[in-house]
């Protein structure tokens, strides 16, 4: 062991300069090159930031298309999901709320309508996206809030669905947040 | 559903395409010939300057394990100190503090073993100088500890008698120089040309749409995912790991990480074919493999696009399917088919949550670490399965009467003890772990402990006692996956972890280095007319046949307490 040990002190103290130091560094040189320049991409009105393009954010008022439940209620200094699973009693109940309070408010919507991202929690707590359905289904009581006609608020939704990967890969979705702040242009 | 679908035949064909060319240079850089990648010799010659280390001089198996533990244990004692002392330290822009002993010691050794548990959350229990300097770090020389360990394997297994078995640190350096590292760089580039951040600015906060002030967790994460990924390690720099929208972007970044994560294991498989000049024994052992792995992620995919049926009884649609714990950008068949791979691989990174998975789905991901011989880690994985390989070939021997031989060499009783003890070992520190938490739970469930036993699980039932089969399960198979539900993060849980990834790791690195060591000095005895052949399909089957004999029977009866009493609850 002794005619190793040194070597291994060494060696280590080499492989440290290199993969904690020198490896992230030119990761961090050629990512300012990057979109957002390594600090990640932020979407900015009237020159402030408000949002981060890929965080989901909190939205609760009927005006505004709704994220889904979060686990960290979308305080991104953190990250989680709920970790409960399907056979638990209490989990249960508090999906059934969250459908009750969806109903609440969005009258007229029937409950086999409801896609299920839209009363369970993602992954992350953090999930920028609703798929297409979890939007259209919220298209009404948007549209009433803003007294908007329902097409054009559909039109707005299928304007910002976006397609698979290369347009064969993975599911459609819809960034809650980009849907949003479109909704807040329109006139 | 059918893009979904096409997404993930795509991800397992693509990454097959590129493991074997990638195979066979893995192949030529351990046998020391020539590659594309010779630009870096120069540099390996700094390194071994620095370090004062003679690649050519050769060591025998007993020396490489020594060299190998030495360093390892450099390596812990280095990042423990580190873990507990990181809070009063620079690089430090979130103000995080120092962990406690307890967790600084799980977590040293988890990312020592390659396993990366976590029992702290990325965003808050770490600086970006122990992420940078300590996790990633080990991130690349825990996973070249195994390749390394693996070349040395293939050197022995050569058709020639000797113990000359190459310069342990030469295949450690040039495991990091020449597989993990340029493959890291690309990752991370691709990575951060698709928003995950790579600058060392701390948490961000604004004020968001409708006026609540968000904070914006971040830091030099890109490089770092990277090497999770190609190093099979699977901590991630987030605590929602690959679920997290700046750990993994979308679906493209999706498809990276599992190629990233998959390509090394698979193509070190190839490599051996490669290497012994037996492509066909390699092919057969990817057969096998495969077949595993098809098993496990097929019945998982269905059950995770069915969706749940009691949130289906509460009448909602589950076109997505079950979405609890996911994401919409990845959908339930990316989930589902990322949450076997990780665990047949020894990545565990996840993106999504596996605590949230259908019973059938944690039942198969419980399975896939059980078994942990279908591709399995960088290195390690194949080690694994070596070992029941030998006990394949003994057994066959044995019924057909023929003496059991393995490439050209006898297989006695000696290498078969260890090869038993290894795969007997797995089972007995999950199931022992198990059966003493589950204990403690419910006969001193109310015990003064800080957190009282008894608010360890954080759902009821089955899926109670699932959760911490799962957590040694992915310790001794060094996974690093969780239920993530259960309050790990206490003296209980760190210390008797730990413990469990120790034996994990060290023990199915040395029996195998050992074994083939041994038979590496033994009489080559050129194949003739009555060998038995190991590269023939039948000779899969009866490996096939010894890993789920061994490796999932034995845990059967735990499973039908935990995943398996959970599915007859609610189907």
């Not at chain 2, 050569?158 to 590292?181: E, P």
């Not at chain 2, 059966?435 to 739970?441: E, K």
């Not at chain 2, 009555?530 to 034995?554: E, K, M, N, P, Y």
């Amino acid at each position: 062991m002794k005619n190793y040990l040194l070597p291994s002190l060494r060696l280590t103290l080499v492989l440290i300069v290199l993969f904690g130091g020198l490896y992230p560094l030119s990761v961090f040189l050629i990512g300012k090159l990057a979109p957002g320049h390594g600090d990640g991409v932020t979407i900015e009105k009237n020159g402030k930031v408000i949002g981060f393009e890929n965080i989901g954010q909190k939205f609760t008022d009927d005006k505004y298309f709704w994220s889904r439940p979060s686990a960290v209620n979308y305080n991104a200094s953190g990250s989680a999901g709920s970790n409960k699973a399907t056979s638990n009693p209490d989990y249960l109940k508090d999906v059934q709320a969250r459908i009750d309070t969806f109903l609440k408010h969005n009258p007229g919507i029937q409950k086999s309508d409801i896609p299920s991202e839209l009363v369970t929690a993602s992954g992350s707590g953090l999930d920028p996206d609703i798929s297409p359905e979890g939007a259209l289904v919220q298209v009404k009581r948007v549209a009433n809030a803003r007294h908007f006609s329902e097409e054009k608020v559909k039109e707005l939704v299928d304007k910002n669905t976006q397609k698979p990967l290369w347009g064969i890969m993975g599911p459609e979705k819809v960034n809650v947040l980009k849907l949003n702040l479109a909704l807040d242009e329109m006139k | 559903m059918t893009k979904e679908i096409i997404g993930i035949v795509f991800m397992f064909l693509i990454t097959v395409l590129l493991a074997i060319p990638f195979g066979k240079y893995i192949a030529k850089v351990f046998k020391g010939e020539k590659t594309v990648t010779d630009f870096m010799k120069p540099f390996e010659r700094l390194i071994y300057k620095l370090s004062g280390i003679n690649p050519e001089k050769e060591m025998n198996w007993k020396q490489h394990l020594l060299a190998l533990l030495t360093i390892n244990m450099i390596w812990f004692v280095y990042a423990f100190i580190m873990f507990l002392i990181q809070g009063s330290l620079f690089l430090n822009p979130d103000g995080n503090p120092s962990m406690t002993p307890d967790l600084s010691f799980n977590t040293a050794i988890s990312f020592l073993v390659n396993c990366n548990l976590q029992d702290y959350s990325g965003e808050t229990g770490v600086t970006y100088l122990t992420q940078l300097f300590v996790i990633t770090f080990l991130m690349f020389v825990s996973a070249a500890t195994a390749i390394a360990g693996l070349a040395v394997i293939f050197r022995a297994l050569q058709d020639k008698v000797t113990d000359k078995l190459g310069n342990y640190f030469h295949y450690l350096v040039i495991s990091c120089t020449r597989i993990l590292l340029p493959l890291s760089i690309l990752v991370a580039v691709l990575l951060a040309f698709n928003g995950t951040p790579t600058s060392y600015a701390g948490k961000s906060t604004f004020l968001g749409v409708q006026g609540d002030t968000v904070n914006v967790a971040r830091g030099p994460a890109a490089g770092m995912i990277a090497i999770k990924h190609i190093g099979t390690n699977g901590g991630g720099w987030f605590g929602a790991n690959s679920a997290h929208p700046l750990e993994n972007p979308n679906y493209f970044t999706n498809v990276l990480e599992m190629v990233a994560q998959f390509i090394v294991p698979l193509a070190l498989i190839f490599a051996l074919g490669f290497y012994l000049k037996k492509k066909k024994l390699a092919y057969v052992i990817f057969g096998v493999m495969t077949l595993g792995f098809l098993l496990l992620v097929i019945p998982t995919i269905y059950y995770e696009i069915k969706g749940s049926p009691t949130i289906a009884s509460m009448g909602v649609t589950q076109t997505t399917g079950a979405m609890e714990g996911k994401e919409v950008r990845f959908g339930p068949a990316a989930s589902g088919y990322w949450s076997i791979l990780t665990t047949v691989i020894s990545t565990g990174s996840v993106n999504s949550m596996h605590d949230s998975s259908m019973p059938v789905s944690g039942l198969m991901q419980l399975l896939a670490m059980m078994t942990n011989a279908f591709y399995g880690g960088c290195g390690a994985g194949f080690m694994n399965y070596f070992i029941f390989l030998i006990i394949a070939v003994f057994m066959s021997g044995l019924m057909v009467g023929r003496t059991p031989e393995f490439l050209g060499r006898k297989i006695e009783a000696k290498e078969m003890k260890i090869a038993a003890i290894i795969a007997l070992l797995h089972p007995l520190i999950i199931l022992a772990g198990t059966a003493l938490s589950t204990y403690i739970l419910s006969s001193h469930g109310g015990m003064g402990w800080a957190v009282k036993p008894s608010t360890w699980l954080n759902n009821p039932g089955s899926h109670g006692f699932s959760e911490m089969l799962y957590q040694y399960t992915s310790c001794a198979a060094n996974n690093g996956s969780g239920f993530e539900g259960l309050a790990d993060n206490n003296p209980w849980w760190n210390i008797s972890t730990g413990f469990v990834l120790i034996l994990g790791r060290y023990l199915p690195i040395i029996g195998p280095i050992a074994i083939a060591g041994i038979m590496a000095q033994k009489k080559y005895i050129p194949e003739a007319a009555g060998t038995l052949r190991t590269d023939t399909f039948t000779f899969g089957i009866v490996t096939f046949g010894v890993i789920a004999i061994i490796a999932a029977l034995s845990f059967f009866p735990a499973l039908t307490l935990g995943p398996i009493a959970e599915y007859f609850s609610i189907y």
